[in-house]
């Protein structure tokens, strides 16, 4: 059955007839051609651009054209392909997996709504002013419950050596394992030496900001310019208040005193260090019934990144797009994203309610992954990395080097 917004009926607004959902197909069709966000921007709004949608998308198109290969678990002859990988994951060429995000609201919901439809002694305006907030409320949280997923690809990719994986048991309830491998560059995935912890700092066996210095350096020998470096907030506000941090700023007379925001952004400009984005993103999730939230992020990590946008996020046209129910009311919300919203009742042997649906086929493209690194700073086990070849201590290496070291002391 059709939204209960299309049953409020008779209300005017601005001296002209209100029809609700007609209203929010306008918003999106408006903030569409203008390229606007209509409600908060996300990381991967800053970070990315939006193509056009696509009739056809499979991952095997994208695989083609872009750097970047899918995995997913498979059941019987669904597999493309015999040869599997021994974690259980297989090549995926097909379509790119549907992101969505559904929630229900109860007929309670709807009869606090008709008490105000049908109150003569509110006004006309507060009528509207009411039953457009519970509205939004619904087209929101089902427009950003998609635009939730491409955040957590690109967080946990940027945090995780260029990898983002779903798995139903801790971060994807309902859905399907699925993996995505942006192949990132081995030169670029790095590991401190020694954990970034006040224990080590206070020994003198590294300095953070000097560490930093040293990896910008390095990227732009290799033609690469840092713009942007991503970490967590205990790591950042740790960054600011360790000693190393202090001395640097206030010198040995005022090391005791703290660092502000400013005083750092100036002593990382000094040092051609870019401006650290302090990543606190956490997604909402429904797990057997409870509702619980998951963190993309990896806080013993940082992200090396040039600034602005690094990637762009191809959509495929929503399958509710081509194959329209007839009781069901629909909106383009843009950049691929289709809201359905629906009654449930006795017809359809579900408790009676509203159900409001996200939906829609897209996914991030990191098309700077060569220019990105991912530096692994805590939960290492330390080890002795090899002097360079002018007899010169490194504060870090890459992650293959740094796994091979035991293999090479023991040889």
């Not at 918003?27 to 696509?54: G, H």
Request: glycine fraction near 8%.
């Amino acid at each position: 059955m059709k939204s209960i917004y299309s049953k409020f009926k008779g209300l005017y607004k601005d001296g002209r007839p209100i029809d609700f959902l007609a209203t929010w197909r306008k918003a999106f069709d408006k903030a569409s051609e203008r390229e606007v966000a209509l409600f908060q921007k996300m990381y991967s709004d800053n970070w990315f651009t939006y193509n056009t949608p696509q009739m056809s998308l499979t991952a095997e198109g994208i695989m083609g054209k872009y750097r970047l290969r899918f995995m997913a678990t498979l059941l019987a002859d669904e597999s493309p392909t015999p040869q599997r990988r021994s974690d259980g994951f297989d090549i995926w060429t097909k379509e790119i997996p549907r992101v969505g995000h559904k929630f229900f609201m109860p007929a309670r919901t709807y009869r606090k709504l008709m008490e105000v439809y049908e109150n003569p002694r509110l006004s006309e305006a507060q009528k509207v002013r009411e039953i457009e907030k519970t509205l939004k409320a619904d087209v929101q949280d089902a427009y950003l419950g998609c635009k939730d997923v491409m955040d957590f690809i690109a967080l946990m990719a940027f945090s995780n050596w260029g990898v983002a994986q779903f798995k139903p048991a801790i971060n994807n309830p309902g859905g399907r394992e699925f993996e995505i491998d942006y192949n990132m560059d081995e030169a670029n995935k790095l590991v401190s030496a020694f954990n970034w912890t006040t224990a080590n700092t206070k020994a003198g066996k590294l300095s953070p900001v000097l560490m930093l210095a040293a990896i910008c350096a390095d990227l732009r020998q290799r033609g690469i310019e840092p713009g942007e470096i991503l970490m967590s907030q205990d790591l950042y506000y740790w960054l600011r208040m360790d000693q190393t941090t202090r001395l640097l700023v206030h010198g040995n007379d005022k090391q005791a005193q703290t660092v502000t925001k400013t005083q750092l952004e100036t002593l990382l400009g000094e040092n051609e260090i870019p401006n650290i984005t302090v990543v606190t993103r956490k997604m909402g999730q429904d797990k057997d019934g409870k509702r619980g939230s998951v963190e993309p992020w990896n806080h013993n990590f940082i992200c090396i990144k040039p600034a602005g946008v690094i990637g762009e996020i191809q959509p495929s046209i929503e399958d509710s797009e081509l194959m329209e129910e007839d009781d069901v009311d629909y909106m383009n919300a843009g950049n691929g994203i289709r809201i359905a919203k629906w009654r449930t009742g006795e017809s359809t042997g579900q408790v009676a309610g509203e159900v409001t649906q996200g939906s829609g086929r897209l996914l991030p493209i990191i098309t700077d992954i060569n220019a990105i690194i991912c530096m692994q700073v805590r939960g290492i086990s330390e080890k002795t990395i090899p002097a360079d070849a002018n007899g010169n201590e490194r504060m870090y290496c890459t992650k293959q080097e740094f796994e091979g070291i035991d293999a090479l002391m023991e040889g």
